[in-house]
Structures are given as C-alpha cells and as structure tokens.
C-alpha cells in the first residue's frame, strides 16, 4: 500500500485528502510562527501543500520521516518568502522600520537554533538520514 506520500504521488485522492488533514496543522504552525495569521500566511500553507504533492514523489522513507520531508518544504516555502519580502520594501507598510543586517544575522542565527531544537525532538528514527 506504501507511505501517506507515496500514496499522493500515485494520485490516491483519499491519501491527498489525509496528508491535508495531517500535515496542514505542521505547516501552518511552521508558517504562522514566522509569518503571522494573515492572508499572506494563508496563501502560503496552499503553495506549500501544492509543492508537497508536486514533490511526494521524491520522498524517500529512508532518508526521514514524513513530517521531516513536510516541514523542510514549508521552512524552505517560508525562507523564501521571508527573502521576497526583504528584497522588496516597497510592499512594507510605510511605517515598518526594515531589520539591519545585524538584526537579520541574530534573527537566522535564532531561526537555526529553533530548527536544531526541534530536529532534536524527533525520535531517533525519524532522524535518519537529516
């Protein structure tokens, strides 16, 4: 029958309905904590289980779970969004003072430290292959 993802990547309508309901809460912690609640977050979580389906394909169970698969495409989905915005301050209000380099190095600093962290809470079988 095989894995929640490679069931996807096969097109199991049912499995795609299951990885919404299973990982869409993972993702929209991932995406809320860095970007907010808004809209923007919202379109977000889309796009990233849009890619999750596109790429399920690639998963490999034995190189991590599938949470781990999940939550690199939305951190990465995040990071990039997060670089969009910065690279375009014409899209921030007008009163919102952008980060220093200084700021963004402790903020990507803090970021890895989270991310390592919750590597860290994962079972150790889940770690293989990260």
């Known amino acids: 029958m095989g894995t929640l993802l490679e069931r996807v990547a ?16 993972l993702i929209w912690a991932l995406v809320a904590r860095r970007l907010g609640r808004g809209a923007d977050a919202e ?8 890619e999750v389906w596109r790429n399920a394909s690639r998963y ?17 989905r995040v990071v990039d969004r997060l670089r969009r915005r910065a690279a375009r301050p014409e899209d921030a209000a007008p009163d ?3 980060p ?8 990507a600093s803090v970021d890895a430290r989270r991310v390592l962290e919750e590597l860290d ?3 150790e079988d889940q770690k293989k292959g990260l």
């Not at 779970?65 to 495409?73: G, H, K, L």
């Open 96 to 98: 919102l003072e952008l």
């Open 121 to 123: 809470s994962f079972p």
């Open 60 to 76: 490999e169970p034995a190189r991590s779970s599938e949470a781990t698969f999940v939550a690199v495409i939305a951190r990465r």
């Open 10 to 25: 096969l097109g199991d309508r049912d499995a795609i309905s299951q990885c919404v309901r299973e990982f869409g809460p």
């Open 43 to 50: 379109d977000l979580v889309q796009e990233i289980l849009l």
């Open 100 to 107: 220093s380099e200084q700021q963004r190095q402790m903020e």
